[in-house]
């Protein structure tokens, strides 16, 4: 029988919302295949959280505040999911693709023997087969793929799997008990997190995004991103380029090995347009460039370019917009 | 200390938008492009000779080797590593259409048993499949700790752990891992202080975001060292792969959008036609 499993993510007491990138692709299995589906969250507070989440659709919601899933470790968290896996049966077990899903669901597909696709942006059903697509080489192609094991591991894009926001149905909430961590799990101590301060809104789920690249020369002038980025309430990126540099902190860092992004509007603030960047944002509805250079391949993906010095036009674009605003 | 660094081959990434899908759509082609290591477990080799040296003094302190599973002309790729200063190379024998993220972590997995390493360095993904499973598939068959994402690796002469920093979503952690144990890097494990050893002075800077170069002979002094051949079948890996990737379709392309020519005209197609702000 097909029944998926969507494994929650608890941050600092609350759920993340990426959790619920993971119910948009369980609706879409069950409607696809009618495979009814489940929540696994663990971690502290996870109780309440798990009344948050008991509003869209799941059948059951299961939960644990036991001690060993206090801070995360794949080492506890694993084998945790993989038990509840063996004993309620999955056939599709789902995260969002994540640095939290990327670290712990492989080695959910170890524990299973199972085989795995990774950021994956669309299902299919055909017959009995569920056919995944995901992009490789940078966003340059798509590859489709089955999984041959009778359980499938999978981590969705959240630009491609947003998070469900429609509520449908009360699930049954059951605390689960703990599961015994793997033996590597005492090799693993977490001295400490540091958080990242921010006032803008996450990059992943920010409806604008303004980014700069090694154009911008300098730290300093940085700011004139954030001022856009503010006024249009969005988020700020950058290129690898420009955090090599030192010009901003690294989990700004949009692309293929940055965060992936897919925003209503992306303005492209002096960067080339390099093919590990574009793999992280040209999912975006609107791209606007701005570049000095013409034949910058930023250009080749943007709907709206402007060939122009960024110091002189991105002043004059607050401007504008400010105007217009009015 | 004995580390063991992973290496993939793939086709060049600055020029990704030029492998081709091939006629029947059941493969992709590289063809006409150059091969490289794959960037993050190139990084994983610096990584792992910083570690495994004085920096100043260009002493090597430990062992390194590094693995791959490819054909034979791959042995370019494991040339490179070796003038880079990594002790020894090992191939086995493989086709890329043989290889899944499965495949590949028994593989290592019976060359980690041969070899007994401290440690295992893998880059954090490949630029070319990206799927991002080997280093925690890996771990789980050895029943090792695990640390995937890491930006920053501290070691003491001695000591049976590392200390390593993981850039994960909202921040950073910090977390002490015993050895053995398998770890994969992002690109932030170039930063110029990123990789401590206790051996180089902690405020010795190497030159940042660069894979160190390789000076002739460092080249000539790599053709002598070990690179030895392996086979699946001698190792005994099991080689049923768990994943079926059968067709592949080129991305869905953007309209092709138009030049404005001022930030007034910028500003009214966002407003009035785009309607984005």
Request: glycine content about 8%.
């Amino acid at each position: 029988m097909a029944r998926t499993l969507i494994v929650g993510e608890m941050f600092e007491g609350k759920v993340r919302k990426p959790t619920l990138c993971g119910v948009t692709f369980a609706l879409k299995l069950k409607e696809l295949k009618g495979a009814p589906f489940d929540i696994l969250l663990p971690g502290k507070g996870s109780k309440e959280g798990a009344m948050e989440v008991a509003e869209f659709g799941a059948e059951r919601v299961f939960y644990t505040e036991a001690k060993e899933y206090e801070s995360y470790k794949a080492e506890s968290y694993a084998p945790l999911v993989a038990g509840v896996v063996k004993k309620v049966g999955y056939d599709t077990v789902c995260a969002t693709a994540n640095i939290y899903g990327k670290d712990l669901m492989p080695r959910v597909a170890a524990i299973l023997d199972a085989g795995m696709a990774s950021d994956i942006t669309q299902v299919e059903v055909s017959g009995s087969e569920t056919i995944y697509q995901r992009p490789i080489y940078a966003g340059n192609v798509i590859a489709k793929l089955k999984i041959k094991t009778p359980i499938s591991i999978v981590t969705v894009r959240q630009t491609d799997f947003p998070p469900c926001e429609t509520k449908s149905g009360k699930s049954a909430v059951e605390e689960i008990p703990a599961e015994k961590p793997l033996t590597s799990a005492v090799k693993v101590e977490i001295l400490g997190f540091e958080k990242t301060q921010s006032t803008r809104p996450e990059l992943t789920e920010a409806k604008v995004v303004v980014s700069g690249g090694r154009g911008l020369k300098a730290k300093e002038n940085f700011k004139m991103i954030e001022d856009l980025a503010d006024l249009l309430g969005g988020a700020v990126g950058a290129t690898r380029a420009a955090v090599d540099a030192g010009m901003v902190p690294n989990e700004l860092q949009v692309g293929q090995t940055g965060k992936i992004v897919a925003p209503d509007l992306y303005i492209a603030v002096g960067l080339s347009g390099a093919i590990q960047h574009l793999a992280g944002m040209k999912g975006s509805k609107v791209i606007v460039a701005i570049n000095k250079d013409e034949e910058a391949p930023i250009f080749s993906v943007a709907d709206y370019g402007l060939v122009a010095d960024l110091f002189q036009a991105v002043p004059k674009l607050i401007q504008e917009i400010k105007r217009v605003k009015e | 200390m004995k580390i063991m660094v992973p290496i993939k081959r793939v086709s060049d990434p600055d020029n990704a938008n030029k492998v081709k899908i091939t006629p029947d759509g059941k493969g992709v082609t590289s063809e006409g492009l150059s091969w490289d290591i794959n960037p993050f477990d190139l990084y994983g080799v610096e990584a792992a000779i910083r570690l495994t040296e004085n920096g100043p003094k260009k002493e090597r302190i430990g062992e390194v080797f590094v693995v791959t599973l490819g054909p034979q002309d791959v042995a370019i790729q494991l040339r490179r590593c070796l003038a880079m200063g990594a002790e020894k190379a090992i191939r086995i024998e493989a086709q890329d259409t043989q290889l899944d993220s499965w495949v590949v972590a028994r593989t290592l997995a019976k060359i980690f048993e041969m070899e007994k390493p401290d440690l295992i360095i893998l880059g954090k993904a490949t630029v070319d499949g990206e799927s991002n499973q080997v280093a925690q598939i890996l771990a789980n068959i050895l029943n090792l700790p695990q640390a995937t994402f890491v930006a920053a690796i501290s070691h003491k002469p001695q000591e049976p752990f590392i200390t390593v920093t993981r850039e994960v979503d909202g921040g950073v952690i910090k977390a002490k891992v015993s050895m053995p144990a398998v770890i994969s890097v992002s690109e932030r494990i170039l930063g110029s202080r990123a990789v401590q050893n206790g051996i180089t002075p902690d405020n010795f800077d190497y030159p940042s975001d660069n894979v160190r170069y390789t000076p002739l002979p460092m080249i000539k002094k790599a053709e002598k060292k070990p690179l030895e051949q392996k086979t699946l079948a001698e190792l005994g890996v099991d080689t049923s792969m768990k994943v079926d990737y059968f067709a592949f379709l080129p991305p869905p392309a953007r309209k092709a959008g138009i030049k404005v020519d001022s930030v007034e005209t910028l500003v009214q197609k966002l407003k009035n036609e785009a309607k984005v702000i």
